[in-house]
């Protein structure tokens, strides 16, 4: 149905270069760069971030293909996240600012050869990591992320860093038995409450703020608009 774990896999190739562009703007940028560079890429787009809409410069431009992007600036939180469970997060991010936690925000739009460097530097301030990726939890991009800032900053760390991923079987055929198993902004947000001990009515008014996530949406188009 996805590309679940396809980035994992391919990450394991030395001397491949592995993209995971979510928005329209990068997609274009992030494959041209690619076709100027020399070193061998695959590109994976998730099929639900075709519904992404975005602003794209007309003729040629390059993105950079070399460090994941921040998207939010924030103070108490880093969210490291991977293609479609960026726009989660993104929305988990929004609802935690009504309870008082910014989040660092990071887009993991290149996942091989993986820089962590801005995550790292993220979590020396925040103390806190949650990683969200579309992919399987065990051996993936999340592990990878949190094995790094780990082997060097566990000193630094406030709480147990966080991963949300897809569970580890493969996804159900039918539609009846696939709520719960996508990383949603609804999970983000109860995970990064649990961190910072959130009381019930602060977290149910955090809640009531998320608009919509895969749960709730039909499974093939999670955001239509």
């Known amino acids: ?26 997609a274009k940028g992030m494959l041209i760069a690619a076709i100027e560079d020399n070193s061998p890429t695959v590109v994976i787009e998730h099929r639900w971030c075709h519904y992404v809409r975005g602003v794209v410069p007309e003729g040629h431009y390059t993105t ?17 996240a991977t293609s479609f469970s960026t ?6 991010a929004e609802a935690l600012k009504l309870v008082g936690v910014n989040a660092e925000l990071f887009d993991v739009r290149v996942v091989s050869p993986l820089d962590t460097s801005q995550i790292e530097n993220s979590f020396k301030k925040t103390g806190r990591l949650i990683t969200v990726d579309t992919g399987h939890k065990s051996y993936g991009i999340g592990a990878e992320i949190i094995a790094r800032v780990m082997e060097t900053h566990a000193g630094m760390s406030q709480s ?23 990383p949603s902004s609804k ?24 608009t919509k996530n895969i749960g ?10």
């Open 160 to 182: 147990n860093p966080v991963r949300i991923a897809m569970p580890d079987h493969p996804v159900p055929s039918s539609r009846g038995y696939t709520p719960g198993i996508y």
């Open 187 to 210: 999970e983000i947000l109860n995970k990064a409450l649990d961190m910072f001990h959130i009381e019930q009515d602060r977290r149910d008014g955090a809640n009531s703020a998320l």
């Open 216 to 225: 709730a949406l039909p499974v093939d188009v999670p955001d239509p608009a």
């Open 64 to 80: 950079d293909i070399t460090e994941p992007k921040k998207l939010m600036e924030g103070e108490h939180l880093t969210i490291a």
């Open 87 to 92: 726009l989660e997060a993104m929305q988990a």
């Open 1 to 26: 149905q996805h590309s679940q774990s396809l980035e994992t896999m391919f990450a394991c190739v030395p001397g491949l270069r592995v993209l995971m562009p979510v928005f329209p703007q990068d």
